[in-house]
């Protein structure tokens, strides 16, 4: 089949966040960049998998980069500048637009996805970035430990690319390049032995990872009966068992955050008897801001765990079983909408929402749900640098705090927060100390022009447990476009910058002259503890 040929400097694989991240940096760095997204939408967790920002409780001040502020404050400047607020919203810093409680900012998938396009706009527009929809790689050429060239498809017309680039990026949300390129990698749980993670299982499992949700757009319509057609596998998830539980999934108990070996009990709606409700947990619409309505209602995200699919792994399996999976996930959104709208027990001892409706056109799709699932976790590089557990947990740390790396690229903070594993089962809620990002962990053990881009880096699947959150991941991408960048310009490789004080001084300096922080400010949780 004829291919066509396009030479860049920079080919970013996936149009994640962290690829998103990564494609604005190596442009912003003068470099021609090609991304490639295998939806119609840039922005991964935050826009095609309906994730609203999970971040820490000192984002509004610190501890994430200047690029990562800016697209947060463009939101909030999105929704003053074309919706109908009311004067106490236009005049909120600090504007929640959903007033959901997951997030400080809690907002429509469609917003940051016209905020993303905005900030890459000079760019696309210039011709320094191009972007490649509904397209994935399928094959990748290597000499020696070099990528020679990355050949992807276009899903819809199967017409096919041969990309050529200096450096190339793995922004996927599963790690996609990197069996294509045969760089070593490691997926699924390491075991005890291995890492000597007090949460690591005993044994090692390449499919035991955690769980994907494919999230669904919902709104209430009170009297309305909204009723879907019953899914296909509704009987089976309707009765399908944990074994972390003595209830069904599909019920109103869930592992409790603060102890996961108990079930907590939850609602649909907010209560006067103190019962923690989940549709004000990832809402996105808050009609009680506007001066006047738009929609309807308010809208939520179900991304809750009951529609948690950990059966099975999409990760290094044939393709129909990988299919089946994730139409199994779908299986179980649709199963968890009906069983809210038909047999969901309410407080007052009715049972059944019907007025729950599926919205579509929030998340840009027919079925109201996600254009994509969201991935928890990737195939993971084997790197310069693996972060683990002992690195992140708050016990294990002690009086130690924080650890420093003398190559920190970045900061972040986010529990060790683990959803059911697919063979396991495991789920913990582990506290952490903010962290910082090792600049060993996004360079390959050996491949000379790859880099990760995304949450692939060099860590353990327990560490990805807080790695993987959204101010991190844009951080990740964005210090992995000015790598490939500076290792452009200075015609030197990513293992080479870390190894040499010098150049990773200068490299350093590029990052802080971009506003990324490399270490957190004294005070914050932590005695320092530095360290290679």
């Known amino acids: 089949m004829e291919q066509r040929r396009m030479q860049v400097d920079v080919v970013v694989v996936g149009g994640s966040l962290g690829g998103t991240a990564a494609a604005l940096s190596a442009a912003e760095c003068g470099m021609k960049v090609i991304m490639t997204e295998a939806t119609d939408w840039i922005g991964g967790q935050l826009t095609s998998q309906a994730v609203p920002p999970d971040e820490h409780r000192w984002i509004e001040q610190f501890g994430c980069t200047l690029s990562y502020r800016k697209l947060r404050e463009r939101i909030r400047s999105y929704y003053k500048s074309n919706y109908p607020l009311t004067k106490d919203a236009l005049d ?8 959901g409680w997951v997030s400080r900012l809690s907002h429509e998938p469609r917003v940051a996805l016209s905020v993303l396009q905005d900030m890459l706009a000079p760019y696309v527009n210039s011709g320094r970035v191009k972007i490649l929809y509904h397209t994935v790689p399928v094959a990748a050429d290597t000499v020696e430990d070099m990528i020679t060239g990355i050949e992807v498809l276009h899903l819809k017309d199967q017409t096919r690319h041969y990309l050529q680039a200096s450096y190339y990026l793995d922004a996927t949300d599963c790690g996609d390049l990197l069996p294509l390129a045969g760089a070593e990698y490691v ?32 709104d209430y319509t009170g009297g309305w009966q909204c009723t879907i057609e019953r899914p296909a596998d509704y009987e089976f998830w309707k009765g399908f068992m944990p074994r972390f539980s003595t209830v069904p999934l599909l019920s109103w108990y869930a592992a409790d955050a603060n102890d996961t070996t108990r079930l907590k009990e939850f609602t649909m709606f907010p209560n006067e008897h103190g019962v923690t409700s989940l549709w004000d947990y990832r809402r996105i619409v808050d009609p009680k801001l506007w001066r006047t309505p738009l929609f309807e209602g308010e809208v939520t995200l179900l991304n809750w765990p009951m529609n948690d699919y950990f059966i ?29 709208q038909t047999e969901a027990p309410r407080l007052d001892g009715g049972i059944g929402f019907p007025g729950v409706r599926l919205r579509g056109d929030v998340l840009g799709t027919v079925d109201g749900l996600a254009k994509a699932p969201y991935i928890r976790e990737s195939r993971r590089l084997k790197a310069m640098q693996t972060i683990t557990e002992h690195d992140v947990s708050k016990q294990l740390r002690g009086e130690k705090g924080i650890r420093r790396y003398a190559d920190s690229v970045g900061v972040g903070s986010y529990h060790l927060d683990i959803h059911p594993t697919t063979i396991t089962q495991r789920t913990y809620y582990i506290p952490n100390y903010p962290y910082e990002i090792p600049l060993g962990s996004l360079i390959p053990i050996r491949m000379k022009n790859l880099i990760a881009a995304c949450k692939n ?6 560490a990805n447990g807080c790695y993987r959150l959204h ?33 990773l001084s200068r490299y350093q300096e590029w990052l802080l002259a971009r506003g990324v922080e490399l270490h957190w400010p004294l005070g914050v ?3 320092p503890d530095f360290d290679m």
């Open 92 to 99: 909120d810093p600090l504007l929640n637009p959903g007033n």
């Open 187 to 218: 997926v699924g749980a390491e075991s005890r032995q291995d890492t000597h993670e007090p949460h690591a299982p005993e044994h090692a499992d390449q499919q035991d990872v955690q769980g994907i949700t494919h999230v669904a757009a919902v």
């Open 312 to 340: 099975g792994t999409i990760m290094d399996i044939a393709d129909k079983d990988r299919a089946s999976h994730l139409e199994a996930a779908v299986q179980l959104t649709l199963s968890l909408v009906y069983w809210l």
């Open 457 to 462: 880096i060099g860590m353990t699947q327990v």
């Open 471 to 503: 101010p991190t991941e844009w951080n990740i991408g964005e210090v992995a476009g000015v790598l490939a960048a500076y290792a452009i310009q200075h015609q030197i490789y990513p293992a080479q910058i870390r190894e040499s004080n010098s150049h």
């Open 525 to 527: 949780e932590f005695t």
